[in-house]
């Protein structure tokens, strides 16, 4: 049982390149989330999903974009990447909402360098 | 608008020297309020979640408290183990499982 599998561990990209920050769960996960974490502040929620073909926007999307087509997997797409998107991304897994049951389970991060 | 705000930002012990990390919130309505440990280079690890004022929780040497208006992690004798970064984060009601988060306190246990 891997949990939440994220890739890559580390990236750096061109200012304008474009890249995709994939994020895989094992655990039935109906809820996803993409976060970052900037140094000195908290994490901020960038996109989530409440299941398959369902997705939303969070605190800080632009410059973002996701999908879901399965359960299991999130991917967080980069287009045009720009310096301020240098970050810490953490993808996240619940399996509901439900008082006892909305903990999230995190990746490990992917830590992408924009230059 | 919705806060979570942490301090101290850092802190320094020495093995056994107990203290407090406090989290203080305003939010519009709460649903629960969630502890989770970060260790260098890893995810956030979840330790707790508390959704009424006097409610408290413990694991090994972490206690968490909730009021109206704050939390408290209560570490009592830590270990060079329990150093991490312990982050908090508050869910406001009818919500998807957004959180909000502090923006974490530092601590270093040192032997």
């Known amino acids: 049982n891997a949990g939440v599998t994220q890739t890559p561990k580390f990236r750096i990209l061109k200012i304008g390149q474009s890249m995709t920050l994939q994020c895989a769960q094992d655990m039935n996960h109906n809820y996803m989330y993409w976060y970052r974490q900037d140094p000195g502040m908290g994490l901020k929620l960038i996109y989530y999903?409440?299941?398959?073909?369902?997705?939303d926007k969070g605190e800080v999307p632009n410059g973002y974009n996701v999908s879901r087509s399965t359960t299991e997997d999130f991917p967080l797409r980069l287009e045009l990447a720009a310096p301020s998107q240098t970050s810490v991304y953490f993808c996240?897994?619940?399996?509901?909402?439900?008082?006892?049951?909305?903990?999230?389970?995190f990746g490990s991060g992917t830590q992408l360098s924009v230059l | 608008e919705d806060q979570v705000t942490q301090s101290p930002e850092a802190l320094r012990l020495q093995e056994g020297e107990s203290s407090s990390l406090n989290c203080s919130y305003t939010v519009s309505g709460l649903r629960g309020l969630f502890w989770y440990r970060q260790d260098p280079g890893k995810g956030p690890e979840f330790l707790f979640t508390l959704y009424s004022a006097g409610e408290e929780k413990e694991k090994e040497r972490l206690k968490a408290t909730l009021t109206k208006k704050e939390s408290f992690l209560h570490i009592t004798a830590p270990k060079p183990e329990d150093s991490a970064t312990y982050l908090c984060a508050v869910q406001r009601p009818g919500n998807t499982g957004k959180l909000i988060f502090g923006q974490g306190t530092t601590l270093q246990v040192k032997p």
């Open positions: 996240a897994s619940s399996y509901s909402v439900s008082a006892t049951n909305e903990k999230l389970f």
């Open positions: 999903s409440v299941g398959a073909g369902i997705t």
